[in-house]
């Protein structure tokens, strides 16, 4: 049998940043030139990690492990947790996105919609983009979130909770850690948005400079100051003493933004994230916090 050459992190890397370039859906206004992400990071994580499993535990039977994610794909030819690694990367919102945010109170600025729409469509595509390259250099791959059963449920601990989540595989890849918000600070900031691809082969996997701590990079939590984010939320949906209230957060998107999005600028999806800008976790991690380290 002929053997596979590996790719090295750097070659998958340069999957992403080149599709993340070239490819016209990579827009905040189609047939534009703005582009909707800022350049992309990306981490690995052993799909053995003990993470993952406990995930599983504590959210639900419904949530996939990489392994059974890999199955539901490739149904003939499952592999072991042990040949498999989540591929995780990090798509910051611009600059210029984070600034118009930033003035926003109530609703999400346009550039903000936008990129929770179109963005999230290219980010869609990137997924899967990724999945193919991999698969055709003979690492058979699959972007969990893209599967068709991917979806949401009820998680007797967390409330609605859905089977594959982008920011826990982030945490594994040693991409950040969570905040106050639930949303992931990494070292380009918590104002982003992840994808990640499943594969079977056999990559390095990224250190995690904040080695099990879920937390450490949030002020809250680590020293026990800030609340800045539960500051922005314009229906108290974060707290310090109960943090992210999801029933709260998730009526306020549904019921205001993203009707009020889709009118003003015909974009749909499900954008706010005022919670993610003006806080000192917006585009770092908080200087307090540092300094971190990445492999
Ligand atoms: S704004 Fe402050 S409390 Fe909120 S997630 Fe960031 S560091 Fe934590
Ligand atoms: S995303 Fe949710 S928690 Fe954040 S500001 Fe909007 S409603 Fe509040």
């Not at 030139?33 to 504590?58: I, Q, T, Y």
């Not at 869609?124 to 791959?141: F, K, V």
């Amino acid at each position: 049998m002929q053997s596979v050459a590996v790719p090295s992190v750097g070659d998958v890397k340069k999957i992403i940043e080149d599709f993340w370039a070239a490819d016209p859906r990579n827009r905040l206004y189609p047939g534009g030139d703005e582009k909707a992400w800022a350049e992309p990071h990306v981490g690995v994580a052993a799909a053995d990690d003990p993470f993952f499993s406990r995930f599983k535990e504590m959210i639900g039977p419904f949530f996939w492990t990489p392994e059974e994610a890999f199955a539901l794909a490739f149904p003939d030819d499952p592999a072991s947790s042990s040949e498999l690694r989540v591929i995780s990367y990090v798509l910051p919102q611009t600059p210029a996105t984070r600034a118009e945010q930033r003035q926003e109170k109530q609703m999400p600025a346009e550039r903000w919609a936008r990129s929770r729409f179109y963005g999230e469509q290219f980010n869609c595509e990137l997924r899967l983009h990724l999945a193919a390259a991999l698969t055709a250099m003979g690492h058979p791959s699959v972007a969990p979130e893209r599967l068709p059963g991917f979806d949401y449920r009820h998680s007797e601990r967390f409330g609605i909770a859905s089977n594959w989540s982008e920011r826990h595989a982030a945490f594994v890849a040693g991409l950040g850690t969570f905040g106050l918000s639930d949303g992931l600070i990494t070292p380009w900031g918590k104002a982003v948005r992840f994808g990640s691809v499943v594969s079977r082969i056999a990559l390095p996997v990224s250190a995690r400079s904040y080695g099990d701590d879920h937390h450490a990079w949030c002020l809250w939590y680590a020293k026990g100051v800030c609340g800045a984010c539960a500051l922005r939320c314009p229906v108290g949906a974060i707290s310090t003493a109960a943090g992210h209230d999801k029933v709260a957060c998730r009526r306020y998107i549904r019921e205001v933004t993203a009707p009020w999005a889709t009118k003003r600028y015909g974009t749909g999806a499900t954008p706010c994230g005022l919670c993610q800008v003006r806080i000192p976790c917006e585009a770092q991690v908080p200087a307090a916090l540092r300094p971190i380290s990445l492999s």
